[in-house]
C-alpha cells in the first residue's frame, strides 16, 4: 500500500512497515462516513455481518424421497407422507419378502421397485408373532430410510452399488448373529 501526503494526517506506517496506524482523524472520519443510501459504516458492518449469518444457515427444508408403497402399514406410510416430500416423477418403492437362495437379508429391485426381504429371517423377527404384509413396521421403515434413494434415477452409479453392498455386509452379520 502506498500512503501518500493526501492521507498523512489520518496513517502512519509502523517502521517494519507492516502495519498501518490510524490517527484520532480516521476514527471521526469513518464515523461519519456515509454512503450514497445513507448508511454509516456501523450499519455498513452490521448488514454485511448478518448476510453472512444468514448465508451460512442451513436449509430446514427435507429432501424429497421416493414414498412407499405396499409393505408398510398405512399409519407409516401417512407419516412419511406428511414428514418427507415426494420425489418427483418416481413411482413408489413397495417392501415384500421373499425366499432367497442365499443368505441375505435384503435385495433392491429397481425393475420392480421392491425391497425383497429374505423369508429365512422373517419368523425369527417376528418373535412368534403372526406375520403379514405390512408386519415389522419398525425394520421395514429402517431399510426404507437407509435404501430408498437408490431407488432414484435412472441406473446404480459405483457410490450406490457399494452402499448397498456394504449395507448387505453389515445389516446380513446382524440378522445372523440376532439368530444365534
Known sequence: MDIDNDVAGLFRMNPEKSRVHVGPEFARLAASARSASGLSLNEYFDLAEALYTESRKRSAKRTPMVHPGVGLPPRVRDTIKREIPEKPGEDPI???????????????????????????????????????????????????????????????????KDNIALWQTILTAAARAERQ
Request: glycine fraction near 8%; proline fraction near 3%; charge should be positive.
Open 94 to 160: 413397495d417392501i415384500r419378502w421373499d425366499t432367497f437362495a442365499d443368505e441375505l437379508l435384503f435385495r433392491v429391485d429397481r425393475d420392480q421397485r421392491t425391497l425383497w426381504l429374505n423369508k429365512r429371517y422373517r419368523k425369527m423377527l417376528l418373535g412368534g408373532k403372526h406375520g403379514g404384509l405390512n408386519d415389522l413396521p419398525l425394520l421395514k421403515s429402517l431399510l426404507y430410510l437407509l435404501v430408498s434413494n437408490v431407488f432414484e434415477g435412472n441406473h446404480l452409479g459405483p457410490k450406490d
